[in-house]
Structure formats: structure tokens, C-alpha cells
């Protein structure tokens, strides 16, 4: 009995051994054909465009502290040429340069772009000299890479994805057209970067919607966003993320900000030049908010001049009818308003300077007045009013005590109170507050403009 149990069990083994399918090879060529394969593919593609290419590089990802010169990005424009030599280009010191070196597209566990001999431009990222005064300890320097993982080619966007093979970091590479010139190119992001970043510092917020979600963003002139959730505390913290100026607006290197995912995508400047937007995706931008930009400017104690020839005629008017009175009622053959001048006092206080000039016997005299109202924030608005010894300042002021009255009213008194109100915030150059905002009251009269 043994016997036979023994032997319809070699038999099922041997059934099963003579039915076990054999696996066919799924590609035509070896793995080690393929890799040559697109290891040639790669370098003809290199060498294809006439131009040279972009590089969009960033030594390393952003992290839990600042360091701009890692995390932000830097564009190179690199010709690739068949004999192995490569051309790079790039701002140095201010002035554009370009320098020769060594280049391959080798095998290396995967399809790898190789910078194989010292280029004083683009290996400046990572060669570890201390001599060279970079950034980081000894023996480290920015920590970049010169070999970059070949990821893939999207056609449709003209687009090559390298991979930093020691630090990761997401790397593009796209063809320059065959007319734009090299110095020309950075001119373009010069341009750019001026337009978004001069006019702002690094306390300046920008707002970075993410579909229904809201995110604050500062340091922007680094380079380098400090990012926040909105209406968290901004004293200390945040989580910095590196970004570049591209020819449209700007690309940040991460994958995800604060946990919510935006991929390596490049923010574009939109018609208005108000917002920066998603290539990806129209609901994820970056903006301003007036309110915003202005108290933070106030909280910061900087001054804003407003914008005289901008005033409405009923303001214009009321400033007239007090030159009027100080001529005929006192010894000045004529005066002027030079300027007016609001600026926080680092709480909610709000300090306003008039500067004019007196004119007696030929002689020009300055003459200053200040006047303090106080701000609040009402949702989306900014509400100006008088400071509590608002009436007894006034009354102490040189030019209420020499103002003629109208219809009841003290002019500086009109002057003054014209600025009181509540007022939208509008920006009236995109990313550039310095360069105007309107403070806009249902009152027409009420509403002016100041520049910094």
C-alpha cells in the first residue's frame, strides 16, 4: 500500500514539473542592448538642437532651513557638440560667460549625463574647494550634482527630465529656439525677475491658492519661498522651498508645499500680471492680496507717499482753500504741499507727515506736520480713523491754527478727515506694490493712491 502511495506521489511531481510554463522574453534585445540603445538616443538628441539647450538646475530640495543658495535655482544654456565637448553659458559675477569642458551619455545602472571634466561655470555647484568662499562646511560646497539620471523626453512640451544622481533634485532641460541668442535669453529672465521680485522685500506676503486652500508665502527676492498656512503664526518657522525665474514666471522645484501636492510645474505670469498660474492646473496660483501687502508694510514702519496729482478735485480743493488762507492771513507770499507721507508706527498706529513750503521775502521755508490715525483690518478692507487725542493734535497743528474755516469745517480739519474710511486695497501693478496701491472708498473723494 506504502508502495503505491509512493508512487502516484512521484507522479504527481512529475506532472506537474512537465506542465511548469516556460516564461518568454518580453523584449527583442538583451537589457544591456537596451540601455546602449537609449544611451545612443540620448546623445543624438543632445546634439540635435542646433542651439544648445536650457538647463533648469537646483543643487538641492528645500528643507526646514533657509539656504537660498542651495535651494533656489540657476539656468545654464549648454550646446552639446559630437566631438564630446560641451558649451556653457550663465551669468557670472554679472557679466554673461562661457566656458568649454567635457561631456557623455553613459551606462550606469541607467541612461546617465556625465560632466566628466571641470567646468569653472556649472561645476561650481559642486566642487568642495572652501577656497572658492561657497556657502556650507568644508569640503561640501553647494552640495549640486554634475551627473544627472536621463528620466524621459516629453515630446509635446520639447521638455528633457534629468534627475540629480546624488541629491534627487528634479532637473528640466528644454531646446532654445534657433533665433533667441544666449545673452538675449537672460535678458528675458532679467526681465522677469524684475517684474516680479523688485518690488517686493522679504516681508512682503503672497498668497498661493491651491484649489480651495490657502498658503502664505514670503521671502520671494531670495528666491526661496517661506511658506506658511494661512493665518498661522509667521514669527519663527515655516518651510522653505527653492524656485527659479523662467521666460513666462517662475518654477519651484518641489513636488509638494505644506503636504499638498503641485508637482515640478512652472507657474506662469497671466495676461493681467497679477497672478502667477499653474501650468497644471488653473486653480493652483500665486498672488497678492492689497490688504495684505499694505499693513504688513505698516507693521514693517514703511513709509508711503501718497500720490498728490492723483488726489480727487474735491481733495485738491480743500488743500487750495488752505494755501489761500495761510497767504492772506499771514506774512507767507505763497506756500505749497510737497508731500504727504503715511507710515505705521510698528502697532496700529498710522502716521501721517505733511511737508510744505512757505515762501517769505523770497526765501523758501520747510514746514512739517504730523497727524496719527489708527487701522484695523474689517475682513477684506482696511479701516482708517482718528487716534483718540485726534481733535486736540489737530488743534495744536501750525496750519489749523492759520487755515481759514469752510462751511463750518477747518480745512486742515476736511484735509485730514478725507483720509478716514473704509478702503478696499487694490494693487495697481501686480507683484509690485512699491509701485502703487489705491485705497479705495465708496466715497470717490475719499479714495488716493500711494507709492513707495
Known amino acids: 500500500?506504502?508502495?503505491?502511495?509512493?508512487?502516484?506521489?512521484?507522479?504527481?511531481?512529475?506532472a506537474f514539473a512537465s506542465c511548469s510554463p516556460r516564461v518568454d522574453n518580453i523584449f527583442e534585445n538583451s537589457a544591456i542592448e537596451r540601455l546602449d540603445r537609449a544611451t545612443q538616443t540620448n546623445r543624438e538628441l543632445l546634439i540635435s538642437k542646433p542651439n544648445g539647450w536650457v538647463l533648469q538646475y537646483f543643487p538641492q530640495t528645500g528643507a526646514s532651513s533657509s539656504d537660498s543658495a542651495k535651494h533656489m535655482g540657476y539656468t545654464f544654456l549648454m550646446d552639446f557638440s559630437e566631438d564630446g565637448s560641451v558649451i556653457v553659458g550663465a551669468p557670472v559675477d554679472g557679466m554673461f560667460k562661457t566656458e568649454s569642458s567635457i561631456w557623455d551619455v553613459i551606462s550606469d545602472n541607467s541612461t546617465v549625463l556625465t560632466f566628466n571634466t571641470f567646468n569653472h561655470i556649472f561645476h561650481y555647484f559642486s566642487n568642495p574647494d572652501p577656497d572658492l568662499g561657497l556657502w556650507g562646511a568644508d569640503g561640501e560646497g553647494f552640495g549640486g550634482d554634475y551627473e544627472f539620471l536621463i528620466l524621459d523626453y516629453a515630446t509635446t512640451k520639447g521638455r528633457l527630465t534629468v534627475k540629480g544622481k546624488k541629491r534627487g533634485t528634479y532637473n528640466y532641460m528644454y531646446a532654445l529656439a534657433a533665433d533667441e541668442s544666449w545673452p538675449g535669453y537672460f535678458n528675458k529672465l532679467h526681465k522677469m525677475d524684475s517684474t516680479l521680485l523688485s518690488g517686493l522685500d522679504n516681508n512682503t506676503p503672497l498668497d498661493f491658492y491651491i484649489n480651495e486652500d490657502r498658503l502664505t508665502l514670503f521671502n520671494a527676492p531670495t528666491h526661496e519661498f517661506r511658506a506658511f498656512r494661512h493665518l498661522d503664526d509667521t514669527l519663527g518657522g515655516g518651510m522653505y522651498y527653492g524656485f527659479l525665474v523662467t521666460p513666462r514666471g517662475i518654477r519651484i522645484h518641489d513636488d509638494e508645499i505644506l503636504e499638498h501636492q503641485i508637482g515640478h510645474t512652472e507657474f506662469v505670469l497671466n495676461e493681467a500680471g497679477d497672478k502667477l498660474v499653474a501650468e497644471s492646473n488653473p486653480n493652483m496660483y500665486i498672488t497678492m492680496d492689497g490688504v495684505d501687502a499694505f499693513l504688513s508694510s505698516l507693521s514693517a514702519k514703511r513709509a508711503w507717499k501718497a500720490d498728490?496729482?492723483?488726489?480727487?478735485?474735491?481733495?485738491?480743493?480743500?488743500?487750495?482753500?488752505?494755501?489761500?488762507?495761510?497767504?492772506?492771513?499771514?506774512?507767507?507770499?505763497?506756500?505749497?504741499?510737497?508731500?504727504?507721507?503715511?507710515?505705521?508706527?510698528?502697532?496700529?498706529?498710522?502716521?501721517?507727515?505733511?511737508?510744505?513750503?512757505?515762501?517769505?521775502?523770497?526765501?523758501?521755508n520747510p514746514m512739517t506736520d504730523t497727524y496719527e490715525y489708527v487701522y484695523s483690518n474689517d475682513g477684506n478692507k482696511v479701516t482708517i480713523s482718528a487716534h483718540a487725542q485726534a481733535t486736540t493734535k489737530m488743534k495744536n497743528m501750525d496750519f489749523y491754527k492759520k487755515a481759514k474755516t469752510t462751511e463750518g469745517k477747518n480745512n486742515v480739519q476736511a484735509l485730514l478727515?478725507?483720509?478716514?474710511?473704509?478702503?478696499?486695497?487694490?494693487?495697481?501693478?501686480?507683484?509690485?506694490?512699491?509701485?502703487?496701491?489705491?485705497?479705495?472708498n465708496d466715497d470717490a473723494a475719499k479714495t488716493f493712491i500711494l507709492k513707495q
Open 1 to 14: 500500500m506504502k508502495t503505491k502511495i509512493y508512487i502516484s506521489f512521484i507522479a504527481v511531481i512529475a
Open 308 to 364: 498728490i496729482d492723483a488726489f480727487s478735485d474735491t481733495r485738491k480743493t480743500n488743500i487750495q482753500k488752505i494755501i489761500e488762507g495761510i497767504v492772506s492771513d499771514t506774512r507767507y507770499s505763497a506756500a505749497t504741499v510737497d508731500e504727504l507721507i503715511f507710515a505705521g508706527n510698528g502697532s496700529n498706529g498710522l502716521i501721517l507727515t505733511i511737508k510744505w513750503s512757505l515762501t517769505q521775502n523770497g526765501k523758501v
Open 417 to 440: 478727515e478725507s483720509f478716514m474710511g473704509s478702503f478696499d486695497i487694490e494693487m495697481l501693478h501686480g507683484f509690485a506694490p512699491k509701485k502703487g496701491i489705491r485705497l479705495k
